[in-house]
């Protein structure tokens, strides 16, 4: 069954530090999700991404965040200069129909900054 | 406004029992769906009932739903071991949006 794949796995990185988390949506998908959760906590909404642009994205997606499609498989979210309360578990997710329906999600990466 | 609540937050039983989990919810929805957790995994969706639909069923799940109420049940019937995993409740938040909104979750333990 296809999936949807991040990398890394895990990422340490220092306060201030930029981040790209990488995800590779199911191929044929026409909708792309980050979500985050901290531990212990709800899974949050971040932002959405359809026909190449930003179709929503909620509070926590201020300025430091970003989102790009570069090459029309890899779907990245940036964090331009790193809060220790970024650190959280940060999960890609994609959908293939105009319907709303089910989200295929990946196995997540989880951020750490120190 | 919270939305997607589940109750119980925390469900421990044992290995054959059944488990039912409730989600409460306040915008209108167009479908509800269920997902499960594995400890520090992504979330992976089991179920969606439409709000024409009343009960739903899959393999040992049963979903049922209340629009009236604003409200849906999951019950994993003969529960094993490896149901053992968070649980929640999702919808999309409203006309036009895009956003699949979670409830905090159950975490179920079965105890073998």
Request: aromatic fraction near 10%; glycine fraction near 6%.
């Amino acid at each position: 069954e296809p999936e949807v794949t991040q990398t890394p796995s895990h990422q340490v990185t220092q306060m201030g530090q930029e981040v790209i988390l990488r995800c590779v949506p199911i191929s044929n998908h026409l909708y792309f999700y980050w979500y985050r959760q901290i531990l212990g906590q709800k899974v949050e909404f971040l932002v959405s991404f359809y026909n190449n642009e930003i179709s929503e994205k909620s509070e926590i997606f201020d300025d430091q965040f970003s989102v790009e499609r570069p090459d029309g498989s890899n779907f990245t979210l940036k964090i331009r200069s790193t809060k220790l309360e970024d650190s959280a578990m940060y999960f890609c997710a994609s959908r293939d129909r105009v319907g709303l329906e089910k989200l295929f999600f990946g196995s997540g990466t989880q951020l750490s900054v120190l | 406004s919270q939305q997607g609540e589940e109750d119980p937050q925390a469900l421990s039983i044992q290995e054959g029992e059944n488990a039912t989990m409730n989600c409460s919810y306040k915008t209108s929805i167009n479908n509800l769906q269920w997902y499960r957790q594995n400890s520090g995994r992504g979330l992976v969706h089991l179920i969606l009932i439409r709000s024409n639909e009343r009960e739903k069923h899959s393999g040992r799940l049963r979903v049922t739903l209340d629009t009236s109420k604003k409200s849906s049940s999951l019950l994993i019937t003969a529960s094993r071991a490896a149901d053992t995993a968070s649980y929640f409740c999702a919808h999309y938040s409203g006309a036009g949006s895009y956003q699949l909104t979670f409830g905090k979750g159950t975490k179920l333990s079965v105890i073998p």
